[in-house]
Nanobody
Framework: VQLQASGGGSVQAGGSLRLSCVAS????????IAWFRQSPGKDREFVSA????????DYADSVRGRFTISRDVAKYTVNLQMNNLKPEDTAVYYC??????????????????WGQGTQVTVSS
């Protein structure tokens, strides 16, 4: 398994959750890792990404200021801390990895590896 996501759950609006994506060593050390999410009836959308060296991050406007992406080098893990959750954050969240060499990409087809989804449910 190249990527394995965990940490989803159910919270009330305003609450917090932390998602984790454990990667293989090869992917963690060389690939940009991102989080996407998909709600029923909607397209999968970009949430956040972090470069392989942790030097830069990218966030969708809808989550900037509420979500924080980070890397734990010792555990080959990328974490997504989600604070002040809103009902519209309800979705299945997926982690993904890309070897894209330029600036951040939000295009799904650029991502080579995908983890299984983890459900996040936010109630009002």
């Amino acid at each position: 398994v190249q990527l394995q996501a965990s940490g989803g759950g159910s919270v009330q609006a305003g609450g917090s959750l932390r998602l984790s994506c454990v990667a293989s060593e090869r992917i963690f050390m060389s690939y940009t890792i991102a989080w996407f999410r998909q709600s029923p009836g909607k397209d999968r959308e970009f949430v956040s990404a972090i470069k392989w060296n942790g030097g830069s991050t990218d966030y969708a406007d809808s989550v900037r200021g509420r979500f924080t992406i980070s890397r734990d080098v010792a555990k080959y893990t990328v974490n997504l801390q989600m604070n002040n959750l809103k009902p519209e954050d309800t979705a299945v969240y997926y982690c993904a990895a890309t070897y894209y060499g330029g600036s951040f990409t939000r295009q799904i087809y650029e991502y080579n590896y995908w983890g299984q989804g983890t459900q996040v449910t936010v109630s009002s």
